[in-house]
């Protein structure tokens, strides 16, 4: 898995790629999202479209994120989930919790 | 007539595309809907996750070895691991909505059409999952 | 500090694409250009459609074993077959531009960094195909 | 692999897709070959956009469909190859042999 960072309006967009999975990755997303969230930012969106798959501990590190800022008093939401992912979400009953967008800008209007 | 694949990988999880890149090579010359090879894969990949994890305890030295049967319209895949194993019949769900781990039989039951376990007379542990690649769930 | 992925197929020719997926599955996680991956995956599919029809007579009850040694640096693959294999020093290159078949073993040698031939103490015919990851060619 | 034929100003263009190997597939192109060329078809456009890499034995059916077109007095060209076929081309000294097109149109143009 590989994470890009870039900022629109004050939201941090993560571009992900690659396997999304437990191990060494999990430590990655939490260390951006710790530093990120040191310099104030509250506002998150993690854009998928470039994910093969996500396995059910991949899906540890987004609960653990969106946790994490929600607990702060942010959001974290997603971007371009594809179908593979999506069904994965829908079986762990996770796309209820999961606020996703298939369009950046809408994602991003969305935290006005 | 079925054919079998066999593989066999460290118990590091930087190889768990390995499978479900075969699973999808496999399935791209198989007249059934990409997703089921997709569905088929996720599971497989918690399958090893698991057989690595749980079983190997993560000891790049000792292998998962996974065994992949194509027919015509099932594929079946069993995973083997040379862990302590666990007692599925009395398997309970997690429970938590927001709960950052165990989710992965949940994934697994989910995305086969048939989910057991046994121990080989080897002693390593197995996992089999099979697939029917007919969109008829 | 190598890692051994090891893969058997039967000897059928609808399965040469299992052990090019693979390679370019641990390809898309290794820091090296894609192009030296696919050489590598065509020199790969070349050797085993050799153990599976000259080694193996494309008897699909026979398997074709195939290991992958992933370096830092380098990849090692190694293909073995059950035949009477043949005596590589002794090779030479076929002719004929419009020639239909003879050009396994070139494409082999152009792909690869080291090609060797020996014969294992089971018995089996085994090539060993060595790619360095590197553009330094 | 799978061959879809289509006709365009009497040239038949087949879409080639999967992989390109001996074995039962040369026995399907040789067979759409001569198909075509007894209904007087002598000019063919290969397309191996969609094809995912072509062995040795893969090369010997394209080979065999060269002379067999050639010897009839028609031609045979490719189109879209990508750039992991065309280095094995470069490799077996076949780029000299097969002339070789990007664009379909111009493909279509070099048969006037
Ligand atoms: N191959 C295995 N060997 C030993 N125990 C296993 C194995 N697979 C699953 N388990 C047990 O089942 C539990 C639930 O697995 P799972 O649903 O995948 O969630 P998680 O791995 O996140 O705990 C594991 O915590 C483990 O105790
Ligand atoms: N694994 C093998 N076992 C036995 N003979 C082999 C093997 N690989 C190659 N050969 C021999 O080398 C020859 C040349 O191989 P190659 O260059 O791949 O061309 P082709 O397979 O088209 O003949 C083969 O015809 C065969 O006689």
Chains 1, 4 share one sequence.
């Not at chain 2, 496999?26 to 399958?47: F, K």
């Not at chain 2, 938590?96 to 121990?119: A, H, K, P, V």
Request: aromatic share 6%.
């Amino acid at each position: 898995m590989k994470i890009k960072e870039r900022r629109r309006d004050g939201i941090a967009i993560l571009d992900m790629s690659g396997k999304l999975m437990g191990g060494p990755d999990a430590e990655a997303f939490n260390e951006i999202l710790r530093t990120l969230m040191h310099e104030g930012v509250r506002n998150f969106i993690v854009n998928l479209e470039r994910v093969n798959w996500v396995n059910s501990t991949g899906l540890g590190i987004l609960i653990s994120g969106y946790t994490t800022v929600t607990r702060a008093g942010g959001e974290l939401k997603l971007l371009n989930v594809t179908e593979r992912i999506e069904n994965v979400f829908i079986v762990s009953k996770l796309s209820t919790v999961f606020r996703s967008f298939d369009d950046e800008e809408e994602a991003v209007r969305s935290f006005a | 007539m079925n054919s079998r694949i066999e593989l066999k990988l460290p118990s590091q999880m930087a190889f768990l595309g390995v499978p479900d890149a075969v699973l999808l090579e496999l399935g791209s010359d198989l007249d059934c809907p990409r997703q089921l090879i997709e569905e088929l894969g996720t599971a497989v990949i918690e399958a090893c996750t698991n057989a690595m994890e749980h079983g190997n305890k993560l000891d790049a030295s000792l292998q998962v070895e996974i065994h992949i049967d194509v027919g015509a319209d099932r594929i079946v895949v069993s995973v083997m691991d040379q862990g302590a194993g666990f007692d599925y019949r009395n398997w309970q769900p997690a429970e938590g909505l927001l709960r950052e781990r165990g989710r992965g039989i949940l994934i697994m039951r989910e995305f086969s059409d048939q989910l057991d376990y046994d121990r080989l007379s080897d002693g390593r542990f197995r996992v089999t999952l099979a697939k029917n690649l007919t969109n008829s769930r």
